[in-house]
């Protein structure tokens, strides 16, 4: 069989060698101007042609010797790595987003043994949560090097399609108040009705974070950090009016978003 790649220099001998693909007449780089070290990498090509077969199963022996961690990672580790980077809120995000059943399908695989297919199956039986973490672990993997080729192309990643977002209706909201017989949870959905806050930082909400004369709200926003400023009506202060003044405002759901829901915020 006729021999698919062949070196060649570029310019005079002695600089940067070329491997000239003979089917495409492509010429990529070898990177390197030692003859012998060209001459390997190009035999390892043309028999990569020649033999399709045992191609990943010699590659998981190179590998092996070039980094013993790196033929024997797997996706769990990726995921454990990632979110011991990440602080606060994200962080329990990712705890949250780790323990999908769907990725059990390839939790404990080695990466360099992952296939397209057991990618596709993870993500048909999760939802777009799976999608974008899985995306992200994936991507976190090919930028430290440690997957030596991408385990399915970018271009054949089901789309992400999120769900309709729209705001409660009146009509909804008071269907919940109507049905809600704890006292100081209806006046937290109240609240957050009329201020239009995000359950998490409405139920961090400070005595001193409320101008109950100038009706005024100023806090800190919990995932962004970005300092929010906002006036009320009548309708919120007279639900504001029949609160105490605990720190913070909303005890009773705090405890339940800390001890129950940790990953609902």
Partial sequence: MKTRYRLTHRGSRGGMLYCVDTHTGKRTSLHTCNEDDARQILE????????????LQIAPAYLQHAEPTLAMRTWQDVMETIVSTKTGGTRERWEFA???????AIRHRKLIETTSEQFLMVLNNGSVSTNVYLRR??????GMHWLPWPVLPQRQWPTVQYK???AI???????IIQRERN??????YEVLWYLGGSQSDVAMLLAEDIDRNERTVSYRRRKTGVQVFLSFGAGAAAILETLPNPVPCFRGWLDFTKN??????
């Avoid at 390892?44 to 191609?55: D, E, F, L, S, Y």
């Avoid at 209706?169 to 269907?175: P, R």
């Avoid at 006292?183 to 937290?188: I, K, T």
């Fill in 44 to 55: 390892a090509k043309n028999q990569a042609i020649r033999q399709p077969t045992i191609n």
């Fill in 98 to 104: 780790i323990r999908d059943s769907a990725f059990d």
């Fill in 137 to 142: 672990a994936h991507n976190y993997a090919i």
């Fill in 164 to 166: 309709e977002k729209r």
């Fill in 169 to 175: 209706t009146f009509e909804e909201h008071q269907k």
């Fill in 183 to 188: 006292l100081e949870m209806r006046a937290f």
């Fill in 260 to 265: 129950i829901a940790p990953n609902c915020l």
